[in-house]
């Protein structure tokens, strides 16, 4: 089983800085990464694929980079309805795997 | 606009069976994988089970496995989850997500359906 590591379990960011979250898989999973968002009493919302690719609907102010083992999601220009959990997904093999999450908070 | 709607859930004794539904919109359901996905109380999300377009693939967590069986109706744009010798540790919110895109990437999300074990 593919672990994903999300290092920091809470991000204390102002609205208007940028947020920078990261998420390691205990082996490579290529490019095959996901990021959802999740905000309480909603349902997760896809926010980038591919590692990189945004979703459909997605603000520019949110983007993916990395491959292999390390990857990050980078909000830009906090807005308040950003403050939300956001966990990353490999889906590079079976069983699919969650990080453990990341709360983005307002500082 | 893909949309998925979960039913089914409820309180349910352990060691009890129950089945969760999910009614999907999109007209490309007959091809596009669907998983299970749920998120105990204060925890973080758990992939329970994906089933491919044609059934004729299914994974699952350990978990479940033997236990839980996924299903799909193309004709009717459901899928289930039928979910025996419930334990304790099976109480969850059970999201039912549809991947419209290549992979298991899960771009279309149901609100859920509550799920509780208890005596």
């Known amino acids: 089983e593919i672990v994903m590591t999300q290092s920091a379990a809470t991000l204390s960011v102002s609205p208007g800085e940028r947020a920078t979250l990261s998420c390691r898989a205990s082996q490579s999973v290529g490019n095959n990464l996901a990021w959802y968002q999740q905000k309480p009493g909603q349902a997760p919302r896809l926010l980038i694929y591919a590692a990189s690719s945004r979703a459909t609907g997605i603000p520019t102010r949110f983007s993916g980079s990395g491959s292999g083992t390390e990857f990050t999601l980078t909000i830009n220009n906090l807005q308040s309805e950003d403050f939300a959990f956001y966990y990353c997904q490999q889906y590079n093999g079976w069983p699919l795997t969650f990080g453990g999450g990341a709360r983005v908070e307002n500082k | 606009q893909a949309q998925v709607v979960e039913s089914g859930g409820g309180v349910v004794q352990p060691g009890k069976s129950l089945r969760l539904s999910c009614a999907a919109s999109?007209?490309?359901?007959?091809?596009?994988?669907m998983h299970w996905v749920r998120q105990a109380p204060g925890k973080g999300l758990e992939w329970v089970a994906s089933i491919s377009y044609d059934v004729s693939d299914t994974h699952y967590a350990d978990s479940v496995k033997g236990r839980f069986t996924i299903s799909r109706d193309n004709s009717n744009k459901t899928l289930y989850l039928e979910m025996n010798s419930l334990r304790l540790e099976d109480t969850a919110i059970y999201y039912c997500?549809?991947?419209?895109?290549?992979?298991?990437?899960?771009?279309?999300w149901g609100k859920g359906t509550t799920v509780t074990v208890s005596s």
């Open positions: 997500a549809e991947a419209t895109l290549a992979g298991p990437i899960l771009d279309v």
């Open positions: 999109a007209i490309s359901f007959s091809v596009d994988p």
